[in-house]
């Protein structure tokens, strides 16, 4: 958030790119396993699996997207939040994504609710 030289803003600039370059191509392949299940098979089992890798990118979106709107205002003139806050943003929001991740991924197996209704049933 802090581009005050030209340095500075390259290397945000970079940065955003580069996550948003890498974040299509995600978003692209998601998409394609998607499109490969052919019209038959988007209501079998192998459809969940695409919904929740859907949710796992949404959720990785919607941790990325405020910091890079924010690096965004930063870079054309107009910070919406000083260094301070945004070094709070990044270390207390950010990592929600990473920490979510696995949850989304146990809760979402039909074992793991197997299991837990079984263990609420005791």
């Known amino acids: 958030m802090d581009v005050h030289n030209l340095a500075s803003m390259i290397y945000v600039l970079t940065l955003l790119m580069v996550t948003g370059v890498a974040f ?5 392949c998601y998409i394609q396993v998607y499109l490969s299940l052919g ?8 459809s969940t699996v695409a919904r929740k890798m859907m949710l ?6 919607a941790c ?10 930063a870079v054309a003139g107009y910070p919406l939040i000083d260094v301070t806050r945004s070094k709070i943003l990044l ?5 929600i994504n990473s920490c979510a991740n696995p ?6 197996t ?7 209704i079984q263990l609420m049933a005791k």
Request: with cysteine; proline share 6%; glycine share 2%.
């Open 103 to 108: 949850y989304l991924y146990a809760i979402m």
């Open 56 to 61: 796992l990118v949404g959720t990785n979106f």
């Open 64 to 73: 990325c997207a405020p910091i890079a709107f924010f690096s965004l205002t």
């Open 39 to 46: 019209e038959n098979t988007r209501h079998c089992p192998e």
């Open 110 to 116: 039909a074992q793991y609710r197997k299991q837990l």
């Open 24 to 28: 299509v191509i995600i978003c692209i």
């Open 91 to 95: 270390v207390f929001f950010y990592p």
